[in-house]
Nanobody, 130 residues
Framework: QVQLVESGGGLVQPGGSLRLSCAAS????????IGWFRQAPGKEREGVSC????????IYADSVKARFTIARDMAKNTVYLQMDSLKPEDTAVYYC???????????????????????WGQGTQVTVSS
């Protein structure tokens, strides 16, 4: 049984940092592309970042470029989202997603943010407020 578990969310002041983790069981994350998404109250879910399997592209939404960094730890079977210079508009529930059919974040036929993932975590709340 595949399970994704996010952690690391919390309350942080503007300009602060958080590191989110997406830990997996039943699935070796290094083989697949992993997407991070977020959903704020009253808004649609949006793609934040994606890391492909070895050698593939890493993608960031324009709103988080130069502030967020996605990375893998193969030994821990975990994908991280380092979030720096946080802004109030980053407040949302953050989710990670994976699917054995998805190895790269982007191709000629699909984009990670639109992919119908089979596996989602339960989400972790990030609140940026003074």
């Amino acid at each position: 049984q595949v399970q994704l578990v996010e952690s690391g969310g919390g309350l942080v002041q503007p300009g602060g940092s958080l590191r989110l983790s997406c830990a997996a069981s039943g699935l070796t994350l290094d083989y697949y592309a992993i997407g991070w998404f977020r959903q704020a109250p009253g808004k649609e879910r949006e793609g934040v970042s994606c890391i492909s399997n070895s050698g593939g592209p890493t993608i960031y939404a324009d709103s988080v470029k130069a502030r967020f960094t996605i990375a893998r730890d193969m030994a821990k079977n975990t994908v991280y989202l380092q979030m720096d210079s946080l802004k109030p508009e980053d407040t949302a529930v953050y989710y990670c997603a994976a699917d054995p059919r998805l190895t790269h974040c982007r191709s000629t036929t699909y984009y990670y943010a639109d992919f119908p993932y089979n596996y989602w975590g339960q989400g972790t709340q990030v609140t940026v407020s003074s």
